[in-house]
């Protein structure tokens, strides 16, 4: 019997040809990955860098000395005034901080209020206050009427203390011009990276380690460099006595100040002083940003000193 022939469509499935299905894109996936990624990244980079401008004392000794590296300077400096009589100095690096306080800080004072500075150039900056020795040395007199080589001098006036670095300036020890520091160069270095209250921290039973102020002073000013030192190594930023800045003082200055290098107000008829003294009873006139002010000829304070700036370095 003939094998019947097979039919043509039979062969064929009755089914239309479909091309096989993809598999499922990850492609929107990783896409939607990469901009959460990105996002956190810039998210994170904006927040370190434009909230986060306080570091520890390891940071703040690091930065000093990558300073120093980078000018090819050391961290500390002694000038040599003769006699056996030196100025020690130390090198604070440039940098950006919050200056002032923030309005939740104890004590503070409606002038303090908080805005960004940028310090660009690092400068030295007296480790200590002005000693009588070192006044007697340059200026030939010591108007101080706690009278001791080793204590910071006062009763001297800005006015005098500018006649001070005139003639310190033209003694030639070191390259570079001494001045006083700016009142924003002051709380930077004051603070040291920090920003509570105080350049260790908040609590004012500590105070007593890095100051002499009321509670620890008996009615006098003490030996510069006796207490504990901030990280950049700076002595008595708080308490033993007032430090007159460069600035003249203006309540709403700090409201229309420049972002970099606030040189104070063009003009005024009081100047800047900073970080307490011996004899301030409330811990509060001895924080990081506190600020007071003084007629420049008032020589009659023997609760007022400084310390110098040594700047430009590196030329
Ligand atoms: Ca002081």
């Not at 009755?14 to 993809?22: L, N, V």
């Not at 003490?222 to 930023?237: E, R």
């Not at 600020?291 to 310390?307: A, H, Y």
């Amino acid at each position: 019997m003939p094998e019947e022939p097979v039919k043509l469509d039979e062969t064929l499935d009755a089914k239309p040809y479909e091309p096989p299905k993809p598999g499922r894109s990850l492609t929107g996936f990783y896409v939607a990955v990469g901009i959460v990624v990105v996002l956190g990244l810039f998210g994170a980079w904006f927040w370190r860098t434009y909230t986060v401008w306080w570091f520890d004392a390891d940071e703040a000794k690091r930065r000093q000395a990558a300073a120093a590296q980078q000018l090819s300077l050391p961290v500390e400096k002694s000038v040599d005034l003769g006699d056996g009589v030196s100025l020690d100095l130390v090198l604070i690096p440039a940098g950006r901080f919050r200056m002032g306080s923030p309005p939740e800080e104890k004590d503070r004072s409606k002038d303090e209020m908080q805005h960004w500075v940028t310090i660009t150039r690092p400068f030295y900056l007296g480790k200590c206050e002005v000693t009588q020795e070192q006044w007697q040395k340059v200026a030939g007199s010591n108007p101080s009427w706690f009278k001791s080589t080793v204590n910071p001098v006062e009763r001297v006036s800005w006015d005098d203390c500018q006649e001070f670095l005139k003639k310190l300036n033209y003694l030639g020890k070191t390259k570079g011009q001494f001045r006083l520091p700016t009142e924003a160069e002051w709380e930077w270095a004051c603070r040291a990276g920090t920003r509570g209250r105080f350049c260790f921290g908040d609590a004012d039973e500590t105070l007593v380690d890095y100051a002499w102020y009321e509670a620890n002073s008996e009615n006098t000013s003490h030996s510069v460099g006796a207490k504990k030192p901030n990280a950049w190594s700076l002595f008595d930023m708080h308490g033993n006595v007032w430090e007159w800045c460069e600035d003249w003082h203006e309540q709403g200055y700090y409201a229309q100040s420049p972002k970099c290098d606030p040189p104070g107000p063009a003009t005024g008829s009081l100047r800047v002083v900073r970080g307490g003294c011996w004899g301030n009873r409330p811990p509060a006139h001895s924080r990081s940003a506190s600020r007071d002010r003084i007629s420049p000829t008032d020589r009659d304070r023997n609760f007022v000193g400084f310390r110098v700036v040594l700047s430009p370095v590196g030329h």
